[in-house]
Nanobody, 121 residues
Framework: QVQLVESGGGLVQAGGSLRLSCAAS????????MSWFRQAPGKEREFVAG?????FYAESVKGRFTISRDNGKNTVYLQMNSLKPEDTAVYYC?????????????????WGQGTQVTVSS
């Protein structure tokens, strides 16, 4: 069983930065694939970034966002730079022991409660 708690969301102006954190409880954190998804009002949940040993990204955030993990602290981070109003959403952290398609929400068994990110123009 893995429990995930996100933090770091907030209100920021366009062009600004935020860093999200996701703290995980449970054992063998380093064995889990970790990802960030987001969901805007009226839209489906979409993949943002993932990491097991290296990061991979949605095209919409590539070059602006960086995912990283600290296995010693059981924490995954999402550094978000050059934020745009279209990045506004609730951001969710997710964990999977194995993920055939790590960009699909269905691949993840464990989810955090989400943290709101709002980017004003």
């Amino acid at each position: 069983q893995v429990q995930l708690v996100e933090s770091g969301g907030g209100l920021v102006q366009a062009g600004g930065s935020l860093r999200l954190s996701c703290a995980a409880s449970g054992r063998s954190f380093s064995n889990y694939a970790m990802s960030w998804f987001r969901q805007a009002p009226g839209k489906e949940r979409e993949f943002v970034a993932g990491i097991r040993w290296s990061g991979f990204y949605a095209e919409s955030v590539k070059g602006r966002f960086t995912i990283s993990r600290d296995n010693g602290k059981n924490t995954v981070y999402l550094q978000m730079n050059s934020l745009k109003p279209e990045d506004t959403a609730v951001y969710y952290c997710a964990a999977a022991f194995s993920a055939t398609n790590p960009r699909a929400p269905d691949a993840y068994a464990y989810w955090g409660q989400g943290t709101q990110v709002t980017v004003s123009s």
